[in-house]
């Protein structure tokens, strides 16, 4: 099945035990995947949809950040609720060990030895860890290994 299959199944699960927060991220995120459909005219793969829905964690998490600061812990609380909702459809989380070997199969691939060569790195890397780990940590990672 797949992703947005699992999306509209969870969404229809969602509407008959109303489950309203579910619910309503649910509906985000597969209106954010349409958005994006309309916009290129294609159906999205799972991968794309993935890449979707990481971004939407990622603007939570900048959201709720920012409610902490502004001092609104009910606004950060909510954000909160719709990313582990959104977790949910994401593959699971690569360890740090699984990261790091990762990076070092990619450099090797590459052939990267220097920092110029980091954006091959990112660009082959960004393919296999896409949803499963945060690209911005992986980017400090590579440049301490590419010094």
């Given at each position: 099945m797949s992703l947005i299959d699992q999306l509209k199944d969870q969404m229809k699960k969602a509407m008959l035990a109303k489950e309203k927060a579910k619910l309503g991220t649910i509906r985000l995120a597969l209106a954010a995947i349409k958005q994006i459909e309309v916009d290129t005219r294609e159906t999205l793969t799972d991968d794309q949809a993935i890449a979707v829905l990481t971004k939407m964690v990622k603007q939570r998490r900048d959201s709720i950040a920012q409610y902490e600061a502004a001092n609104r812990p009910e606004l950060a609380a909510i954000e909160a609720a719709e990313i582990q909702v959104i977790e949910t459809f994401l593959p699971k989380p690569l360890s740090e060990e699984e990261v790091a070997a990762i990076i070092d199969e990619t450099i090797a691939q590459v052939g990267a030895s220097t920092m110029a060569d980091m954006g091959k790195v990112?660009?082959?890397?960004?393919?296999?860890?896409?949803?499963?780990?945060d690209m911005g940590a992986i980017g400090a990672l590579i440049r301490a290994k590419l010094k």
């Open positions: 990112m660009g082959a890397l960004k393919v296999k860890v896409q949803g499963r780990a």
